[in-house]
């Protein structure tokens, strides 16, 4: 069975940093891309960040360039998301993701991925 279970998520204030951490269990994501995504209250869920399978490819919204940053692990399966300079408007529930056959393209919409974490809760106060 394929798990995504993220971990570090928490309450911060704006300005601080927080690092999230999604371990894949059940197979190996090393030739899969791999996806942060967010959705808040009310809202849809958004692409936040990708890595391709080698992490050459690195795209990210445009709301987070710059203050976020991606990287994956292979030998531990795992993803994790460096989030710096957070923000009120950063608040939301985070979600890793990845797409369950090999690809080199990293898509930035929810319905190119197919395996889901649970999500964790990153809020930022003012």
């Known amino acids: 069975q394929v798990q995504l279970v993220e971990s570090g998520g928490g309450l911060v204030q704006a300005g601080a940093s927080l690092r999230l951490s999604c371990t894949a269990s059940?197979?190996?994501?090393?030739?899969?891309?791999l996806g942060w995504f967010r959705q808040a209250p009310g809202k849809e869920r958004e692409f936040v960040a990708g890595?391709?399978?080698?992490?050459?490819?690195?795209p990210y919204a445009a709301s987070v360039k710059g203050r976020f940053t991606i990287s994956r692990d292979n030998a531990k399966n795992t993803v994790s998301l460096q989030m710096n300079s957070l923000k009120p408007e950063d608040t939301a529930v985070y979600y890793c993701?990845?797409?369950?056959?090999?690809?080199?393209?990293?898509?930035?919409?929810?319905?190119?991925?197919?395996?889901w974490g649970q999500g964790t809760q990153v809020t930022v106060s003012s």
């Open positions: 993701a990845a797409t369950s056959v090999y690809t080199t393209l990293v898509r930035l919409t929810p319905n190119g991925y197919d395996y």
């Open positions: 059940g197979r190996t994501f090393s030739r899969n891309t």
């Open positions: 890595i391709s399978s080698s992490g050459g490819n690195t």
